[in-house]
């Protein structure tokens, strides 16, 4: 039915299977676009925050999805000015997932503020000296150079790709792409690291605030190296997600492996700057505001304990850079998967605790510890960008060539 | 973001925050014109009409 | 972020308030609700979503019966000085929606240009700020006795306590027409101050030595305001938030619960909160 709008030399699943799919995660879309709509017209009010969780779980989705996205801007570095070429069978990819990754941050931020209708107060009424605003205009304007490196992609489609002005503009697009990937590197530097200024800079909490380097307080190189080192977990993550749903191979293993080392030592290196982080924060910081590291691990809830810190720093930090540097490990595929499944966890703890835990912890002595649960609405708002990113991707999938190695490594026969 | 609001001032702060994002905005639309302005040319002088639909 | 310093000396409001004489009794937030038409709620049993500018915390020495011992700490905006007037709060707002007035050293909200983020309600770490959940509802006839000097707040914004700043301006208007540039102690006043029936709340101009505040808390402003009189401390000195809002108790548990103090820590003796690299 849709068979003239797929690539040349692909197989893909009938059109009434692939609507039924889209319909599934349709249903699941609409559900979040009700509770998002629920969330514009009667307030946040409709969410479980209040005056002690002022920032929670849409702002930890946001700085996840970034985290995650951060394969995007890393891989195009990477390919791009670094001239790793072989990522070129995987780039196209990467700018898919970033480019859901940030919509949805962007989608989010619109549900979270009190006032969606001026939002662009941030840009008029700009406050230099605000992390925040940082990061809003690293973020849109990165997203726009998202779009330019997705728009070839999409013009690559077969019927498009017809149109004389569009092959045109594709061609003349992949050959400047360098440009833009380098703006995009030097926007992502700073968004990352800005979000994770957010919580540095808190002088008031304890728990986020740390030394500075110039006007950027240590969590923002953290941010943004940590972006860097484990958004290509996720590229592979769902690589290998696309090729279990498709049941094909799509990238060869040599690039995954490439990608997966450099992720490693990337993880590694981060590892290391993140514990001598941890240990000043612990040992100097904290205690000359008069706090003791046990005290920010001891929420009568239950939730903010020990086992955080193990989960994020070990379990999602340490042992998938063990995995991922070592040859015969990341060579093994389930060893591969099940690094880069705990790498993802351990970013998405990193991002949780930075919000969330910051939220928790009591600075007044004379106050316990904050708890917070999400309504439904929250929920279905966060999972929206999910259904929405799968719907994309698939259409992607389907319609363009994401995977430049998919023909050759699944040849159809005649 | 314009002088003409009235938290703007004329410090180092706004010249190197606004003159970061004056610049990046700068280079995308100049790349973007570039290849949509090549893009036009190139279709007028007959590129692209006959192709095999495979670049990367 | 207007950095243009008035041509007289600047002021610095603040406040001081007795601990020991303060019963407990809620005058400060009833008045304070009342005079800055601040919104409330049907029910209002859940207390971290509801306004409260001026908040009564309820502080115990954690003993048992007979040595229990209760304090009761109002809490408004200690419209924090920072390091150089830079709160907490107020750098961190991506739209300077607030704002450190170095005139008067109040930290001002501009409720029609806040869009909500929320960004400084977790940057403050005493809970001063809030954020409006629901539009106000009024009950029946209210509307008609909201002060006409408070702009009411809608949905999606965060407000905080301004020390009554309209109180500010009427009185500076008055003593304008009557030719003058500066204003007495008693002209500008805080409506939790003059609420109090025990007097625990003094409020006026801590860099002029001849009001009541700058004679009881003593602030060393060589020293981010650190106060030098004995029994008076800030809450979360340590910090480095330089609050304006002084408060004292001959109670040492009292003083103890004011701050975050190592184990092996005196209470009051402590190095100032560094004040490193924010900008
Ligand atoms: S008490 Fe909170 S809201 Fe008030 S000035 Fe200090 S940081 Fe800002
Ligand atoms: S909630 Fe309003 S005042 Fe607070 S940081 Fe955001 S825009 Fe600024």
Redesign the interface.
């Known amino acids: 039915m849709d068979s003239a709008l797929l690539p ?1 030399g692909v197989k893909r699943c009938s059109f009434p299977q692939f609507s039924i799919g889209i319909l599934i995660v349709g249903a699941v879309l609409l559900w979040g676009v009700y509770a998002m709509l629920l969330c514009w017209f009667k ?3 409709q969410t479980g925050m ?6 929670a779980l849409w702002i930890w989705a946001d700085l996840a999805v970034i985290a995650l996205g951060g394969g995007a801007f890393f891989t195009g570095l990477l390919k791009y000015i670094i001239g790793k070429d072989e990522l ?1 069978n995987i780039i196209n990819f990467a700018v898919v997932i970033g480019f859901i990754c940030y919509s949805s941050a962007l989608l989010i931020l619109a549900i ?5 209708l ?2 662009w ?14 990061v ?2 690293c973020l849109s ?1 990165y997203f ?2 998202l779009a ?1 490196e997705f728009v070839p992609l999409l013009l ?1 489609n ?1 019927k498009l ?2 149109v ?2 569009f ?8 050959e ?1 792409m360098a ?2 990937a380098a ?1 995009g590197a ?2 992502s530097c ?1 968004h990352q690291g800005s979000l994770g200024g ?1 919580a540095g ?6 728990f986020a605030f740390r ?2 380097l110039l ?1 950027w ?1 240590w969590t923002f190189f953290l941010f943004t190296w940590s972006a860097a080192a484990y958004g290509p977990c996720f590229t592979i993550l769902l690589t290998k997600i696309t090729e279990g749903i498709t049941r094909k191979k799509l990238v060869k293993d040599n690039v995954v492996d490439l990608l997966a080392k450099i992720s490693g030592w990337m993880i590694a290196s981060y590892m290391v700057a993140k514990l001598i982080d941890t240990w000043y924060w612990a040992t100097v910081t904290a ?6 590291f046990m005290q920010f691990y001891s929420d009568g809830n239950g939730l903010y304990t020990l086992w955080i810190i193990v989960a994020e720093l070990v379990v999602g930090g340490i042992l998938p850079a063990l995995i991922l540097t070592n040859k015969t490990l990341r060579a093994n595929k389930s060893m591969l998967l099940l690094a880069v499944i705990l790498a993802c966890i351990g970013v998405c703890i990193n991002r949780w605790v930075m919000v969330l835990q ?2 928790a912890h009591p ?4 106050e316990e510890w ?1 708890a917070y649960m999400p309504s439904w609405q929250e929920v279905a708002t966060t999972i929206l960008p999910v259904a929405y990113g799968v719907i994309l991707a698939s259409l992607a999938y389907r319609y363009l ?1 994401v995977f ?1 190695q998919e023909r050759e490594l699944n040849p159809v026969n005649g | ?2 002088p003409f ?1 009235f ?1 703007w001032a004329w410090d180092m ?2 010249y ?3 003159g ?2 004056w610049y ?2 700068g ?2 639309s100049a ?2 014109s ?3 302005g ?3 040319l ?2 007028v002088a ?4 006959d ?1 095999g ?4 | ?1 207007n950095k243009t310093h008035n041509t007289q000396k600047a002021k610095k409001y603040g406040m001081v308030i007795d601990l020991d004489k303060c019963t407990g009794c809620g005058a400060c937030m009833v008045a304070c609700m009342a005079e800055n038409n601040v919104p409330f709620k049907k029910d209002e049993t ?1 207390k ?2 509801s306004i409260t500018w001026m908040h009564l ?1 309820k ?1 115990t020495n954690g003993k048992a019966f007979p040595e229990t011992e209760i304090c009761y ?1 109002p809490r408004p905006c200690m419209h924090c000085e ?1 390091a150089h007037g ?1 709160p ?2 107020v ?7 607030t704002d450190y007035d170095h005139g008067t050293g109040i930290v001002s909200q501009i409720y029609t ?7 400084c ?7 001063a ?7 106000p509802v009024w009950p029946e006839g209210m509307k008609e006795y909201l002060s006409p000097n408070v702009s009411p707040r ?5 407000e905080k306590c301004s020390f009554c700043f309209h109180r500010y301006q009427l009185a500076m208007d008055k003593a304008y027409h009557e030719g003058r540039k500066e204003l007495e102690e008693h002209e500008y006043q805080s409506s939790c101050t003059q609420a109090c029936p025990a007097g625990a709340i003094t409020f006026g101009d801590l860099n002029n030595p001849d009001h009541q505040v700058h004679k009881i808390a003593r602030p060393d402003n060589e020293h981010g305001g650190k106060p030098s009189a004995t029994n008076v401390f800030r ?2 000195e ?4 330089n609050p304006k809002v002084y408060y004292m108790s001959s109670r040492e548990w009292v003083r ?7 184990p092996h ?1 005196k209470t009051g003796e ?2 100032l ?7």
């Open positions: 040349k307030g946040l009010n209040n005056d002690s969780y002022g920032f070129k979270d503020v009190g006032q969606p001026r939002s107060f941030i840009f008029w009424h700009v406050n230099v000296h605000s992390m925040l605003a940082e809003a205009f304007i726009s150079v330019i690559e077969r790709d017809e004389p002005f092959h045109n503009l594709a061609h003349n697009m992949h400047v440009v833009f703006t030097f926007l700073f957010v800079v808190l002088f008031g909490r304890p030394e500075h006007v307080p205690p000359s505001r008069g706090l003791t910051v939220m600075v007044l002595p004379f904050f060539p430049p | 973001m314009f609001s938290e702060a706004h190197v925050f606004l970061g994002m990046a905005i280079i995308i790349g973007l570039y290849c949509i090549k893009a036009l190139d279709t007959g590129k692209g009409h192709h639909g495979d670049h990367h | 972020m859940n971290l979503d915390y502080l700490l920072g830079h907490p709060c750098s961190v707002c991506p739209a300077t929606a240009r806040c869009f909500g983020c929320r960004y309600m977790g940057a403050c770490p005493y809970h700020r809030y954020f409006n959940w629901w539009d809608m949905r999606g914004v965060v809450l979360l340590r910090l480095g938030t103890r619960l004011g701050d975050n103090y190592l820590e402590i190095a909160g560094k004040q490193k690299g924010h900008h």
